[in-house]
């Protein structure tokens, strides 16, 4: 099972790699500030349409952000 701690590290992670603001991601993907605190405090995992918005807000698959690949870039071909 896919846990919401790691996606949230996978998403902090490639955002500051990306110098991306996190509070404006989230604005940006209609997404609450909390969303990410929550994931990381143990809470449930994102719905698959918000996963999709915050993957191509940041230009990575969803399988990167669910860890299923190493690869942010596995969508391109």
Same mark, same amino acid.
């Given at each position: 099972m896919y846990?919401?701690?790691n996606i949230a590290q996978r998403i902090?992670?490639?955002?500051?790699?990306?110098?991306?603001?996190l509070k404006i991601m989230l604005e940006s993907c209609?997404? #609450?500030k909390n969303t990410l605190s929550s994931m990381l405090?143990?809470?449930?995992t994102p !719905? /698959?349409?918000n996963l999709a918005k915050i993957a191509d807000y940041?230009?990575? #698959?969803v399988d990167y952000l669910l860890g299923r690949t190493d690869?942010?870039?596995?969508? !391109? /071909?």
């Open positions: 846990e919401a701690n902090k992670y490639l955002a500051k790699e990306e110098k991306v603001q209609n997404l #609450s405090s143990g809470g449930s !719905k /698959s349409e940041l230009d990575c #698959s690869n942010p870039n596995s969508h !391109k /071909s």
